[in-house]
């Protein structure tokens, strides 16, 4: 779960004190102080003022089906980047930019954007280094999302 504790202590403050709620990054933020590039703190804030009491549990939903697509989309876009399948690496690389900029994984999304701008210029020897390069950053969203969502 999302910081329970710390979402739960804001809640109760919330509706004691009619308090506006507080910027995601004060919500059990801590975690992503080494992630600080990977997440967008500011993008994680507008998911959380769409549910500020966290009633429905919206950004751990969204987070939990974020991390599910990423692994699919990235399995398809390093099959697509090492074969033949260069319409699946486009697929894959254009859902996953949107995905991941709106959850706040920005360098994420350009980095999507990068390997989407190269295939369409026909620059194929370009694409090892970008796709392993979108693979590490793949690696440091989807483990600061398990940081978030441990906290």
Same mark, same amino acid.
């Given at each position: ?15 004691? !004190? ?5 910027? &995601?990054? =004060? +919500?059990?933020?801590? @975690?992503?102080?080494?992630? $600080?590039?990977? #997440? ?45 399948? !260069? ?5 894959? &690389?254009? =859902? +996953?930019?949107?995905? @991941?900029?709106?959850?706040? $994984?920005?360098? #994420? ?43």
């Amino acid at each position: 779960m999302l910081g329970t504790r710390s979402i739960h202590s804001w809640q109760t403050r919330l509706r004691a !004190h009619h308090v506006p709620p507080p910027p &995601v990054n =004060s +919500l059990s933020m801590a @975690s992503l102080a080494g992630e $600080a590039e990977a #997440l967008d703190r500011a993008s994680l804030d507008k998911l959380v003022q769409l549910d500020p009491l966290g009633q429905s549990k919206l950004v751990e939903r969204v987070l939990t089906s974020y991390q599910g697509s990423l692994s699919r989309l990235r399995q398809q876009i390093v099959e697509g980047s090492t074969g033949t399948d !260069h319409a699946g690496l486009l697929m894959g &690389v254009h =859902s +996953l930019k949107s995905s @991941s900029a709106h959850i706040g $994984a920005l360098q #994420l999304s350009g980095l999507c954007a990068e390997v989407e701008h190269a295939m369409r210029e026909g620059r194929r020897d370009d694409l090892p280094a970008l796709v392993a390069q979108l693979q590490r950053e793949v690696d440091r969203v989807d483990e600061a999302i398990r940081r978030l969502m441990d906290h």
